[in-house]
């Protein structure tokens, strides 16, 4: 079982930078691939970036690559998203996830989300 809450969520001009962090409760932190999605007004929840349980291995969406970088900290239980060259389109609220398979796989435990706004 691992329990996730996000933060670092926020209001920012488009082209801005934002950097989420989600803390993770639970001693098999490092078993586990993470992930970050998010779900705009209206739409899907969507998958944004995945890193394996080593941090060693990346997965971006095209709509996000090159602009957003994903990381973990297995010694803090962390796992973070950083966010730069923002655009009104990335306004959605922000969810982390973990998986024990790998990051393109189900992923089973989520957090509460954490709103991102991105003004025009």
């Known amino acids: 079982q691992v329990q996730l809450v996000e933060s670092g969520g926020g209001l920012v001009q488009a082209g801005g930078s934002l950097r989420l962090s989600c803390a993770a409760s639970?001693?098999?932190?490092?078993?586990?691939?993470m992930g970050w999605f998010r779900q705009a007004p209206g739409k899907e929840r969507e998958f944004v970036a995945g890193?394996?349980?080593?941090?060693?291995?990346?997965y971006y969406a095209n709509s996000v690559k090159g602009r957003f970088t994903i990381s973990r900290d297995n010694a803090k239980n962390t796992v973070s998203l950083q966010m730069n060259s923002l655009k009104p389109e990335d306004t959605a609220v922000y969810y982390c996830?973990?998986?024990?398979?790998?990051?393109?796989?189900?992923?089973?435990?989520w957090g509460q989300g954490t709103q991102v706004t991105v003004s025009s």
């Open positions: 996830a973990a998986t024990p398979s790998g990051p393109l796989n189900k992923y089973d435990y």
């Open positions: 639970g001693r098999t932190f490092s078993s586990y691939a």
């Open positions: 890193v394996s349980w080593s941090g060693g291995v990346t």
